[in-house]
């Protein structure tokens, strides 16, 4: 949890080792026995913390949560035109996601195989809140801008976050050796040159 401010709190320091751990043990199943083991204290003292496994990746997901869309937010404030905004969202997923190689097999599902549906959905949800803050910028690019899309806003926000996610994926694929932003600003100049039409005057 690169993004997150140090602390000596036993919570926080259960989360970092748990992000870790899935960062230096790809494909891997975490186990509190290996977990507390890292941490370098007993199951029970690991669950004085967390009632569940379920709850310390809930924890990790509501870290991505929080500074994932802080960011956004943020995005939203400093830029007014449509390109530059869909470009930082996705370029802070995808930096995001560099930073935190852990956090990738938790966006992608892999370390969430076997757990509790719930965090599944919760992490559905984080990508689709993406998808519709990207199709508000997109909507309303037509109106303070002129701009239209080039396809229905729906299939151009699905677009954009598809090749995310697929960075993303290859990041976790490759053992997190691919960068999720390699060559990301060529492809950018490829994308951003197709994604809206000028009306015609």
């Not at 919570?11 to 290996?34: F, R, S, V, W, Y």
């Not at 053992?175 to 490829?190: A, C, G, I, R, S």
Request: hydrophobic share 40%; net charge neutral; proline share 4%.
């Amino acid at each position: 949890m690169t993004e997150s401010k140090p602390t000596s709190s036993r919570h926080d320091q259960i989360l970092q080792a748990l992000a870790h751990m899935l960062e230096t043990n790809p494909g891997k199943t975490i186990t509190t026995a290996k977990l507390a083991k890292e941490v370098g204290v007993s199951e029970a003292a690991l669950y004085r913390h967390f009632p569940s496994k379920a709850r310390m990746f809930e924890g990790l997901i509501q870290f991505i949560e929080e500074t994932l869309f802080s960011r956004v937010n943020r995005i939203l404030q400093e830029e007014e035109a449509a390109l530059p905004r869909c470009e930082a969202i996705l370029t802070l997923l995808l930096a995001f996601a560099e930073r935190n190689p852990g956090m990738c097999r938790i966006l992608m599902g892999d370390a969430l195989a076997g757990e509790l549906e719930r965090l599944r959905e919760r992490v559905i949800q984080v990508f689709d809140r993406l998808e519709t803050q990207i199709k508000q910028v997109i909507r309303e690019a037509e109106i303070r801008e002129g701009l239209r899309p080039a396809m229905p806003i729906n299939q151009a926000a699905i677009l954009l976050l598809t090749i995310a996610e697929g960075r993303i994926n290859q990041f976790v694929r490759s053992e997190f050796k691919k960068k999720p932003t390699q060559d990301w600003n060529l492809h950018w100049q490829v994308l951003s040159k197709t994604l809206f039409e000028r009306p015609a005057n």
